[in-house]
């Protein structure tokens, strides 16, 4: 019958799309950029950051240093330098 028939070539069609589609989507080469933190290395980066605190003392100035992993760094101030701003 024609409806039967009609039936029939556009189920073949939609059929020959979807399989076109896949094996297009199969065949091409899908790049994606990946940036991932190794922390497996105990290095340490070394930060330099000019801050400036008005109207407080700079025995009052504390930092608080926490990396990315959430570890607490210790002894930040032994190496930071304070300087009292000219009022």
Avoid: W
Avoid at 14 to 38: G, P
Avoid at 43 to 66: D, G, K, W, Y
């Amino acid at each position: 019958t024609l409806s039967g028939a009609s039936v029939s070539i556009f189920t073949i069609f939609v059929l020959t799309v979807l399989l076109y589609n896949e094996f297009s989507q199969y065949l091409s080469k899908e790049e994606r950029e990946v940036i991932v933190v190794d922390f497996s290395l105990e290095e340490r980066v070394p930060i330099h950051i000019n801050m400036t605190f008005p109207n407080t003392l700079c025995e009052h100035a504390n930092f608080h240093i926490v990396d990315h992993t959430g570890e607490e760094q210790l002894q930040v101030s032994e190496d930071l330098t304070r300087t009292a701003s000219g009022q």
